[in-house]
């Protein structure tokens, strides 16, 4: 993507690049604090949602869901808190996220699904999609969106997160792929998003924490986490979810080990675009169920 | 009229259409041709269960999403990808990259390698189920689904078996040779062979822009030089003509050292960086510790440009 004048190390070192720069060449971020409501994310968490053999049980997840909903919208029941989201008349999207070696389960799409389909909106305008979503009719006229990936390190942004999920929405998603993805915020301001979304959900179930190469699925560094991150701020989400696997990489090497690119888009879409709240000290975590190695 | 005029469109876009669909068909097969004897039938019982299914820069976003990316940036020309099975066993994914020379095969490799070596192809690690390797024109990987010895076994058996069919091995990145493991007291711990300014900001963040006019056919060597705790970084960039170069040499100037009288500056970081142009080569310093050494790392290379050539 073209940003005009051409911003290089110099200009960080000199401190004049801005916030988009400042964390290009892997410095921390500025703990920058705005005047704004914090935003709050439920971190709900199940031990029996997966069996020893990897197994998902649809009914757990599905409670897991109902129980953050519940908790995110301050309603008494699940119901009543989709209705709160989502209006009969919405066109809904539900994006999801198909890379096959973690993708959103299944099991979670139906969950949703079948909660939208509560809400009152007609089964024809409701779709489920990754890569299709420009070409799906439901996507190119929805009024809104649940945004729903699996929590994962990224070869191109740093950490797979719910403001990158939405990079299926652009022709060119490369185009995106400079200084660690840092103007995905970009993305959710363009007519097809904008305004939108209306529950993003991380999936946490069994998150990939550290790793090397673009395509590469490792699986030791994939654990049981067993817990689903929500919330209608898409930022807090990422933030919490960026600092969940940040953690987790302490925890598991005793350092947080370099990785190749840091995840400085979602501090960009909260202060260059506005997106939600990236400082944890804005953000009220609220944990629900399952507490052993929540680390959060 | 308006009907005549509709069936010669017509006819138009369907001439069009078989001719292209046909192209890419001819295309396919001949890649197909090319690599459909690399890879068993079977291999301790797992037997092909999907594939082949070949790719080309093009299409390879339908298989690996933005992962793509980065294989393209190393020159990709096909990636064949097959999947075996056995009854109560995990599946193994075999992905084959044929790649536009051996130096971007071992330039995907050594991108990101961190486990330790299988003895397979030319270079190779195995950790966490998958197999990487390189060998010729192709990268490789091999990876099965779940954790097990007997998959294990499969996955590097295979991976030994796609590598003994490649019958030709190939040269590493000449730019490589370009860079010298000391530098007074500094010496070499990292280096990475490169096309994209994308990936180079991910080693060494340089700028948003491409300044440097890096793309496919533009090799470049950086070199990661330690001292204690001091880092200095060496780039040697070889352009496909002298002229390019110069445009290069141009842009980085006026980006990164604007108003800089010589061919070297001090940063804010009070670290010195330095650029030399010499025919189609570009050689560039970040962060030397001061102007001498700076002038020291860029002698260390352009004396070697003849010898590697």
């Known amino acids: 993507m073209k940003t005009g004048k051409s911003i290089t190390r110099r200009d960080f070192l000199k401190g004049t690049a801005g916030i988009v720069l ?62 709160s989201l989502i209006k009969r008349s919405d066109i809904v999207g539900i994006k999801t996220n198909a890379w096959r070696h973690l993708r959103t389960p299944a099991e979670l799409e139906q969950a949703i699904k079948s909660r939208v389909l509560e809400a009152g909106v007609d089964e024809k305008n409701l779709s489920i999609d990754d890569k299709g979503v420009r070409a799906n009719k439901v996507f190119q006229n929805s009024t809104a969106l649940v945004n729903a990936r699996p929590l994962r390190i990224h070869h191109w942004s740093g950490v797979g997160t719910c403001l990158k999920n939405y990079i299926m929405f652009v022709p060119t998603p490369s185009e995106y792929h400079p200084d660690g993805c840092a103007d995905l915020g970009k993305i959710w301001t363009l007519p097809v998003v904008k305004g939108k979304t209306r529950l993003n959900i991380q999936v946490a179930l069994t998150p990939q924490f550290y790793g090397r190469g673009a395509n590469f ?63 944890l000290k804005n953000i009220e975590i609220v944990k629900i169920g399952w507490k052993e190695g929540v680390l959060l | 009229m308006k009907k005549f005029e509709a069936l010669i469109i017509g006819l138009v876009i369907f001439v069009y259409s078989v001719f292209i669909s046909g192209a890419a068909f001819c295309d396919n097969a001949a890649a197909m041709k090319g690599v459909s004897a690399m890879w068993p039938a079977e291999i301790y019982g797992w037997k092909i269960a999907e594939g082949p299914t070949l790719y080309d820069s093009k299409t390879a976003y339908k298989y690996m999403n933005g992962a793509a990316e980065l294989f393209i940036a190393f020159n990709m020309r096909t990636l064949t990808v097959l999947q075996y099975g056995k009854s109560g066993q995990p599946s193994i994914t075999l992905e084959i990259f044929n790649m536009d020379s051996s130096a971007d095969a071992y330039g995907i490799f050594s991108f990101e390698s961190d486990d330790p070596g299988a003895g397979v192809g030319q270079g190779s690690e195995f950790g966490g189920g998958l197999l990487r390797f390189w060998k010729g024109n192709y990268f490789v990987s091999v990876y099965g689904d779940k954790p097990g010895t007997a998959v294990e076994a499969a996955t590097l ?63 470049a060597a950086l070199g990661q030089y330690v001292r204690g705790k001091d880092k200095a970084y060496l780039l040697v960039i070889r352009y496909p003509s002298q002229a390019i170069a110069a445009d290069a040499f141009n842009s980085f100037k006026k980006a990164y050292m604007p108003g800089a009288a010589g061919m070297s500056v001090k940063t804010e970081n009070g670290k010195w960086t330095a650029v030399e142009k010499r025919g189609e080569y570009l050689a560039v310093v970040f962060d030397a510790p001061d102007e001498k050494y700076a002038a020291q790392m ?11 050539k």
């Open chain 1, 22 to 83: 400042t964390s290009a060449i892997g410095a921390g971020l500025p703990s920058i604090v705005f005047a704004q409501a914090k935003s709050r994310v439920i971190v709900v968490r199940n031990a029996a949602v997966i069996d020893q053999d990897g197994k998902i049980n649809e009914a757990v997840l599905q409670g897991m869901l109902d129980d953050a909903v519940k908790a995110i919208t301050k309603k008494k029941t699940a119901q009543a808190g989709w209705k």
């Open chain 1, 217 to 279: 699925f490792d699986r030791r560094y994939v654990w049981d986490y067993k817990g689903l991150i929500v919330g209608t701020d898409p930022v807090a989400v990422d933030a919490v979810g960026a600092e969940l696997l940040r953690l987790k990489r302490m925890a598991h090497f005793g350092e947080d080990r370099t990785m190749d690119v840091t995840p400085h888009h979602i501090n960009v879409a909260d202060k260059k675009y506005k997106l939600g709240n990236s400082d």
């Open chain 2, 157 to 219: 058996s295979l991976g030994g078996k796609v590598s003994s069919a490649v019958k030709e091995t190939g040269g590493l990145p000449k730019i490589l040779a370009l860079l010298p493991d000391k530098v007074s007291q500094y010496e070499k711990k990292q280096a990475w062979f490169l096309h994209s300014h994308i990936l180079m900001n991910q080693r060494f963040f340089i700028a948003y822009e491409n300044i440097l006019k890096l793309s496919g056919n533009v090799d």
């Open chain 2, 298 to 308: 860029i002698k260390s290379q352009t004396g070697r440009i003849g010898e590697v």
